[in-house]
């Protein structure tokens, strides 16, 4: 019917949105591009759009990683509740840590109707998003679509859960989520489905559960929906079991997938939950990468768990970056390494990360780290440390001028308590007219 349609006459005929986008693509192939008015896929169409799986209006089961993963770093907690994730990220009084800076819009262009390459992903893999990629399957049997089916539906999810919290059907719903545990990890809806269900099933059935979802670890784990059923996996099953996950990454490798957005919170709870015979074999492969993982954007965030939840692996650590700690303190992530390496070190370890610090040369001296963004937030940990502190303040100090030409070196300066001479406590008077203190345009 698109060929025998007149030029312009397609915008005239009611056509479903699936069926317009068809013709769009027909018409500009065929070398004559005609405007067509297509509607918004983005848009919550009802049945029209993937028979009304994918639900953007209301983010019922929990929303997406771009808007959540940030909230549980302290930003914008409005939008995102951790308890419904089954997998808590940890707050600290530190200052407040983003993945990567600003969110920017995915502006790939779409590769196939219901599936799209995420182009912030470092896999080339694509990622599943809802049901859209599973739903209708021609490999899945009835049972599995009926399942993706209900969970689609707020009212039907609600339903199953209720089954899984009736011990007179949990058992029943529990065969059914096995059956389909995969598709179901790696819907919005089915996820947190296989979640409760690892929270009451027998140990048993967590074992049949795991022995399922372990083989696709590395599908699941790429998913914004799939990785949180591992992390709940890891929480609640004993961790001689993890060895299905961790033999299954390792075929990717630990470094690839501690970059990954989604993939480095796995490994963050693989680190705190495994044994420390499990937790060596990550070790082995991060430690040599430890440099370089700190200033990844996602990758920083296992190094930082290793160095506090692998006590034995603390040396290794730190004796793989210590020649470049001055340098890590003024990187954006890699200062946060640097100060966990410092709140978790002995007094030995401390101290040798202090030295590294004091005898920086250039461009990575103390002063140099102190006026910087995120090196002034290192420095000021070193006031915490009793027995160093005299001696970081006494360096600052005869670093004065160059100190508190910056705004940074000026709170490091407050931290210390550090006494400016009377003349700099007068001109800071001036400094909101300025915008400078003395000396900030001498010669360095």
Request: hydrophobic letters at 35%; a negative charge.
């Amino acid at each position: 019917w698109l060929k025998a349609m007149p030029a312009g006459g397609l915008d005239k005929i009611p056509v479903k949105p699936m069926e317009q986008l068809a013709a769009v693509s027909y018409v500009t192939m065929s070398g004559s591009l005609q405007f067509v008015s297509v509607p918004d896929m983005k848009q919550n169409q009802g049945d029209s759009y993937c028979n009304g799986l994918i639900q953007p209006g209301h983010n019922w089961a929990y929303p997406p990683y771009d808007e959540g993963y940030d909230a549980s770093r302290g930003y914008s907690r409005n939008e995102w509740n951790e308890g419904d994730y089954g997998c808590d990220e940890e707050t600290d009084s530190r200052r407040p840590r983003r993945r990567g800076g600003r969110r920017r819009k995915n502006k790939g262009t779409i590769q196939s109707v219901g599936s799209f390459t995420d182009v912030t992903t470092p896999s080339a893999s694509p990622v599943k998003v809802g049901l859209q990629d599973d739903f209708g399957s021609p490999n899945h049997s009835e049972a599995t679509l009926e399942m993706l089916k209900m969970a689609s539906s707020e009212e039907d999810c609600a339903a199953l859960m209720a089954r899984l919290d009736s011990k007179e059907t949990r058992d029943e719903t529990i065969g059914w989520v096995l059956e389909a545990a995969v598709p179901l990890a790696l819907s919005k809806g089915g996820t947190v489905i296989v979640q409760k269900a690892f929270d009451v099933a027998e140990r048993k059935q967590c074992s049949l559960l795991l022995d399922e979802l372990a083989p696709k670890a590395i599908e699941l784990y790429e998913s914004p929906h799939g990785n949180w059923c591992l992390c709940k996996a890891v929480m609640v099953l004993p961790a001689k079991w993890m060895s299905k996950i961790v033999e299954t990454l390792q075929e990717r490798s630990f470094e690839e997938v501690s970059k990954h957005k989604f993939g480095c919170r796995l490994m963050e709870r693989l680190i705190e939950h495994l044994e420390p015979s499990q937790t060596a074999v990550i070790a082995e492969e991060v430690i040599p990468k430890a440099d370089a993982l700190s200033k990844h954007q996602y990758g920083n965030f296992v190094v930082q768990h290793l160095y506090e939840h692998a006590p034995n692996q603390r040396e290794k650590i730190l004796s793989k970056i210590l020649g470049q700690v001055p340098s890590m303190a003024t990187h954006r992530t890699a200062s946060h390494v640097v100060q966990r390496a410092l709140t978790y070190s002995d007094d030995l370890g401390q101290g040798r990360i202090v030295q590294a610090l004091l005898h920086g040369q250039g461009e990575n001296s103390l002063v140099k780290v102190a006026t910087g963004r995120y090196g002034s937030f290192v420095v000021e940990q070193l006031s915490q440390l009793s027995g160093w502190s005299l001696i970081v303040k006494s360096r600052l100090e005869a670093e004065l001028l160059e100190l508190v030409s910056s705004a940074f070196g000026r709170r490091v300066a407050e931290t210390f308590e550090i006494e400016l001479p009377e003349e700099w406590r007068e001109s800071a008077a001036s400094e909101s007219s300025t915008g400078q203190w003395p000396g900030a345009n001498d010669e360095r």
